[in-house]
Structure formats: C-alpha cells, structure tokens
C-alpha cells in the first residue's frame, strides 16, 4: 500500500526542487554580458525545461485527486511560454546594449576633438546614468540646450532614442521575470501541497501496516513454535546421518596432515572439520608466502642487475666524449706528419703507430657501439648511400693490414651508381668487423667482399676459407645460434644489433668444405647524380685547399692543435676557439664565406647547440658547418637533412675532412 504513494509524493518534491532550479537560471538571463554566456545559460534553461518535463510526465500516469495533475500542467505551460518571451527580451537587451555602446563610444570620438566637447561628455555620462523612462524627456531638453549651433544634435537624438528603446526592453524584461516568479510560486505551492497530502496518505498507511502486524504476532509466534518443532527433528536426524560421517572425515584429514588425535572438547564435529581445514588452508598459505617471498627476492635482484646493467652502458655511452677525444687528437698528429721528410726506420714507425691507431679506433667504436646500443641511444638513420664509394674506403683501409697478415683481401665493387638505403656508418661498422675476423682468423687465407643484386634487394656478403665458426648446427635454434656467434666477440656482437637496428638481418652459412660466409641484406634506393659526387667528393686525396676561411671551435687543447695543423697543412686560414664566445668574435670580424667547424660538447655541460642555430641564423657569409662529435645520438633532430650541417663522429681522418671541405668550397 505504501508504494501507491511514496513514488508520487518523490516525483512531486523533485518537481518542485527542479522548477526552483529553472528560477535561478531565470534570473542568469537578465545578468548575461554577452550573447555567448546567455546562449550557455539557454542551453542550461532547455535541460532544466526537459527535467521538468520529464517529472510532469511521471505524475501524468499517477493517480492523483482531480484537478490537481490539469493545474500543474497549466501552470507549467504558462511559465514555459513566459520564459520564452524572456529569452527573446534577454536577446534583444544585450543587441541594444551593443548598439547604445556603439553610439556611445562614435560620440566621444567627436566630443574629444571639439571645442564644446565637455558639455556634450558629461550629457553623455547622465544619459548612460539615466534608469527611467521618464527621465528621457528631460535629457532631449538638456541636449536641445547644448547642442544649439552644433552638428551633434542629431547624433545625440539617435543615443536619446536607443537609451529609450534599451529602458523599454529592460522594463519589459523585469515585468516578465515578475510574472515568472509568481507562476513559479504558484507551481511551487501546487506541487508542494501535493507531495505533503501523499507523505501524509503513505503515513497514515503505514500505521495501518503496522496495526495489522500486531494483531498477528500471535500467529507469527505460532508458526516459530511450529519450525522450532520441526527443527529439532532435523537437528537429530542430521546428528545420526551427517554428523557421524564428518567425524570419520575429520579423523581421516588429521591423520593424513600427521597431526596428532584430537582432544575431546565440547567443540562439535562441524567446528572440528572447520579446524582442520584451518590448519590445511593455514599450511597451503604459509607454502605460497614463502613462494611470493622467494619470487619478489629474486625479482628485485634481477631488477638491481638490469638497473646496474643499464647504469654501466649509459655511463659508458656517457663519456664516449672523453674516451674518443685522444685517440681522434693522435689519429689527426700521426696523419699530420709528412712521411717524405722521414727515414726509412722512421717511416716505418709511423706506418705502425698508424696500425696501432686504427686498431685501437675499432676497439674504443666496438665498445661504445654496444654501450649505445644496450642503453637504446643508437638510432639508425637510413639514407641513400653509395656502395661502391663505401667499397674503396674498406680496400684503401683493410689491403694494407691484410698484406700484412699474409690474407690475400679481394675487395669485388658494385656496379657504379649502386644506392642502397642504410645507415653508413653501421654497414661500415659491420663490414669492418666482418673483414677482420676474417683476415685473424682465415688461416692466411682469401677473403672476399662482394655483392648479390635481386630485385630490389642488395645483398652485401663476406666469405673466407678458415675453420668457420664451431657451431651445433643440429640441435641449436636459430636465436641459440646468434647468441654462440656473439659470443666469438665484440665485433659479430656488435654486427648482429648494427643489422637489427637498420631493420635487416645479419645471417651466416658454413659452405661447403671450410669457411664461413656473413651476408647482409640492403634495400635498393634511387639515387641522383649530385648523390654520387657527393660520395665520390669524399674519397679524394689531400688536394689543398687556399684561401679557405676556417673557425674551429674545440675546448680539448690536443684536438684543437692537432686539427689546426692538419687545416693550415691544406692552406686554410684558420681561427681557433675554445668557446662560442671567442668563436662569435672571430666571426664578427669575417667579412667573407667561412665554414665553422665545431665540437658539439664544449665541456663541463655546455653545448653548442644553440650557438650554431644563431651563427646560422645571422651569418649570411656561412658556407656551412661541420659538427665533430662522439655519439651521433646528440645530434639535434632539426638538422637531419639540413645541406649546411654535417655531422663527422670522432675519431676520423684528416683526408674524410678534407673531403668534405672541398665538396662544401669547391
């Protein structure tokens, strides 16, 4: 009975909170500044109208008293019209606010450049000050006494008349939000007296309720009575049928978890069964505590080991700076010194320190490739790149250490323009590893460099006649196989995450008889003729280079010295600079095309970074800039594919600066 009434009178008190909601809103309409917010809060008035709506519906399948559902919906219909003829008074308020203002702001513009404009600027002040109608009359007489003689005067009738226009809006719209206010109080007064006359009727239904429940408490206490009756039986029939086998259960459990007999108690066989399986759930917990334990003890040490791991790669990718530094100063000293002047002996020596360098070069590249590459700072950048370009500086480099070894080195080009789309220096890396494994350990053996075209597919092979590489080539998976190959060196380990990060892969084959054979897939590019001179304009000699203008920025002494040497040797007119601020004076005080060489880490953490992007910014005599650096990773993004910024990772050559040089000022 009570659910007859409690939903109406719910519906109704919602109705009323919502129709003091729509009220508030009401009142935001005539406060709006702008068409903007007062199109939010109509958006807000339609929600509220719709929730109202909703409410009124509901009441509309309710049973209520006659009269009372066709008053609240007549009510609602004559606020809903109200409200838009509000609206459109709100609308026509701010439009004549706008165009008040408008009219406004054109007469002080007039007023401020004529004589009389004083007068005329405090009229204005009275008439935006102006709240009644009635006082419009009196400023028109005003402004007839100001204006005599003065071509205002029909400008101020048009302020005069929108003032006008603007009062009669705001006096229509106060009236309307009068009436709405009166109809919401009455709606309000309706839905109110409507909900507390149901509360009232679901009250007086509730005391019935509960009259009626007295009067059959005895018949309740009977029915107790009567399950108690059958309870007990139940009770008894359970002790001899259910009881008895859980005792034997319980037995059965203590005497399989080892525990001993249970004492007799005035516990009951079902809490016995529940202390075993206790004790059982108590034991399977303490197993998986100690399994939990064990696994999170061994995650952190795995995590330590990763952390320590990556630790040690960023820390070495870190000071690739400082580690590359001498080594690049001594390769540029040992090719500055002229081999003409020497002595046979002498000659000799350098020949060898040269070796050495280049040894020590491939050694300091091979560890901190794989620093990089195990910290994830090596990115790969795939361009065209000429393949036989890349052919003549592995024979220029690797015939003379072959010829040495006692290998005999055939190095088999491409045909001429084959562009292929990789990173140079990784192919460079892996081809290079590949060609000295191959010499130390080919058994003074033939060692061949050649290519395989398909389709669009180059494939770039190294084939030798040694022992080949000690291989379960039955039992191992191909991911075993890569692992035992990396385990040979640096060199293979470094060559397999080199292919990987050009997204290609480095495999190997034993061919028949002795040998191993690395082949390295490489996609086909298209390439221009500018390409190819580009590259073949980097394996030139040591053709000098008069007149040219250098600024060198370099804070290490060794690499600053040695580079200067090597630069004016080629007959550049050089300026040294350990910082960016004596290279901006240097600069100044050129009046001609230069080229800035610059280490991108000037040490202790300063970076010239922004100083390039300001020389090329303001710098119209820059030819270019080449940015020496040791780790290709800190190489800005912005300057990839900019023509006057090239980048040359230490350490490098003299001729492959050269080289750039000359294609740079031809």
């Known amino acids: 009975m009570i659910e007859a009434d409690l939903p109406q009178a719910t519906v109704a008190t919602r109705l009323n909170a919502e129709v003091s909601g729509l009220t508030s809103l009401v009142g935001?309409?005539?406060?709006?500044?702008?068409?903007?917010?007062?199109s939010t809060i109509r958006i807000q008035t339609g929600d509220q109208l719709d929730a109202i709506n909703r409410q009124s519906a509901l009441l509309q399948d309710f049973e209520l008293r006659s009269g009372e559902y066709a008053e609240i919906e007549s009510s609602l219909t004559e606020l809903v019209h109200n409200l838009g003829a509000?609206?459109?008074?709100?609308?026509?308020?701010?439009?004549?606010?706008?165009?008040?203002?408008?009219?406004?702001?054109?007469?002080?513009?007039?007023a401020a450049s004529h004589e009389n404009g004083l007068t005329f600027l405090l009229w204005l002040q009275n008439v935006e000050a102006t709240t009644r109608i009635q006082e419009i009359p009196r400023m028109s007489r005003d402004l007839e006494k100001i204006a005599q003689g003065i071509a205002w005067m029909t400008f101020g009738q048009r302020i005069l008349d929108q003032r006008m226009a603007l009062l009669e809006i705001e006096t229509n719209a106060q009236g309307r939000l009068n009436r709405h206010t009166q109809m919401s109080e009455r709606l309000a007064d309706a839905t109110r007296f409507?909900?507390?006359?149901?509360?009232?009727?679901?009250?007086?239904?509730?005391?019935?309720?509960?009259?009626?429940?007295?009067?059959?408490?005895y018949f309740i206490l009977a029915c107790f009575f009567t399950f108690a009756t059958v309870g007990a039986f139940i009770y008894h029939y359970l002790d001899k049928h259910v009881v008895g086998p859980i005792q034997d259960l319980t037995r059965r459990m203590n005497d399989y978890g080892g525990a001993s007999r249970p004492q007799v108690s005035s516990t009951n066989e079902i809490t016995q069964l529940e202390t075993s399986f206790a004790k059982l759930t108590d034991a399977i917990a303490e197993r998986e505590n100690r399994l939990v334990t064990l696994n999170s003890e061994a995650t952190d040490a795995r995590r330590d080991a990763e952390k320590a791991n990556r630790s040690k790669s960023k820390l070495l990718a870190a000071a690739s700076h400082d580690l590359r530094q001498p080594i690049h100063a001594m390769g540029l000293l040992i090719g500055g010194i002229a081999r003409d002047?020497?002595?046979?002996?002498?000659?000799?020596?350098?020949?060898?320190l040269t070796n050495l360098t280049q040894e020590t070069v491939q050694l300091f590249n091979s560890v901190l490739d794989l620093s990089k590459l195990e910290a994830g700072t090596f990115t790969a950048t795939l361009t065209p790149?000429?393949?036989?370009?890349?052919?003549?500086r592995l024979e220029n480099e690797f015939q003379p250490r072959s010829s040495r070894s006692g290998a005999v080195l055939d190095i088999m080009p491409p045909i001429a323009g084959t562009f292929v789309n990789a990173d140079e220096d990784a192919v460079y890396r892996i081809l290079s590893n590949l060609i000295v494994n191959a010499i130390d350990y080919g058994n003074d053996g033939h060692v061949q460099v050649g290519v395989c075209t398909d389709a669009n597919l180059c494939t770039v092979f190294v084939a030798d006649n040694g022992p080949g590489l000690m291989l379960e080539q039955a039992t191992a998976t191909d991911r075993a196989k890569e692992d035992e190959v990396a385990s040979y060196g640096l060199g293979l380990s470094i060559s397999f995450a080199l292919a990987k990060a050009m997204k290609t892969e480095l495999t190997f084959s034993t061919p028949e008889g002795d040998g191993t054979r690395f082949e390295l897939p490489l996609e086909l590019a298209t390439h221009s003729s500018g390409a190819g001179q580009v590259k073949a304009a980097r394996h030139h000699g040591f053709e000098p280079l008069f007149g040219l203008p250098i600024v060198l920025v370099e804070d290490n002494p060794d690499v600053n010295i040695s580079t200067r040497d090597g630069l004016v040797g080629l007959g550049c007119t050089v300026s040294t600079c350990r910082t960016y601020q004596e290279a901006q004076q240097a600069i100044s005080t050129l009046n001609k095309p230069f080229v800035l060489i610059s280490d991108i880490d000037l040490g202790r953490g300063r970076r010239a970074n922004e100083f390039i992007f300001e020389i090329k910014a303001s710098t119209p005599h820059l030819i270019a800039t080449v940015v020496t650096t040791a780790s290709v990773g800190?190489?800005?993004?912005?300057?990839?594919?900019?023509?006057?910024?090239?980048?040359?990772?230490?350490?490098?050559?003299?001729?492959?600066?050269?080289?750039?040089?000359?294609?740079?000022?031809?």
Request: proline share 4%.
């Open 28 to 38: 935001l309409l005539l406060t709006a500044r702008s068409e903007i917010a007062l």
């Open 86 to 110: 509000l609206t459109l008074l709100s609308v026509r308020r701010l439009r004549a606010e706008d165009a008040f203002r408008a009219l406004i702001n054109e007469a002080l513009a007039q």
């Open 194 to 217: 409507m909900s507390s006359r149901l509360i009232t009727e679901a009250n007086t239904r509730s005391a019935a309720i509960q009259s009626l429940i007295q009067r059959n408490l």
């Open 341 to 352: 002047e020497l002595s046979e002996a002498s000659r000799q020596t350098v020949e060898h």
């Open 385 to 392: 790149m000429d393949l036989g370009a890349l052919f003549s």
């Open 634 to 666: 800190d190489f800005p993004k912005l300057w990839q594919g900019d023509p006057k910024v090239h980048v040359m990772e230490k350490p490098f050559k003299l001729g492959r600066l050269a080289s750039l040089l000359r294609h740079l000022a031809p």
